[in-house]
């Protein structure tokens, strides 16, 4: 089962559990709902969408792409600009598909697991835990400054 859908002037095939970076995808509260061109069911029959079809994703996450350099150059006129160009994006997981009644959604994400946090032996005493935290002396001295030789007075 998958759909096409339209986002930010472009087309995706999607399928339920997919993750599709979009164009940044303004004022959401984490579900997204998206235009679909055409639909293809379990049959593999690929049908005109119509009013009863959904389909719904789930923000994950926002960012910036990579940077893309825009040079314009005119030969012979001394003429070269160069910019930078970094294009907003939003990535969005498809959660469902819904046609003509049926519903078909993506599968649960595992949950995140609590980070690991490292316990301090209580076994170590305070000062040897201090002598850890201080930094140790410099092994080596500084080299000793040379003496900046006398100028003679030159002879006319």
Request: glycine content about 8%; aromatic content about 6%.
């Amino acid at each position: 089962m998958y759909a096409v859908i339209r986002a930010g002037g472009k087309q995706f095939r999607v399928a339920p559990g997919d993750v599709i970076r979009v164009e940044k995808v303004a004022g959401t509260d984490g579900v997204v709902e998206f235009p679909a061109v055409a639909v293809s069911t379990t049959d593999g029959q690929i049908d005109k969408a119509g009013d009863s079809t959904r389909v719904v994703g789930q923000v994950m996450s926002e960012g910036r792409g990579a940077k893309i350099l825009v040079f314009h150059y005119k030969r012979k006129k001394q003429y070269k600009k160069l910019r930078g160009h970094r294009q907003d994006f939003t990535a969005v997981r498809i959660t469902e598909i819904a046609v003509d009644g049926q519903s078909f959604k993506a599968p649960e994400l595992p949950a995140k697991k609590a980070p690991k946090v490292k316990k301090v032996a209580a076994a170590e005493s305070e000062p040897e835990a201090e002598a850890k935290t201080k930094p140790k002396a410099a092994a080596k001295k500084a080299a000793p400054k040379k003496a900046a030789k006398k100028a003679a007075p030159r002879k006319k």
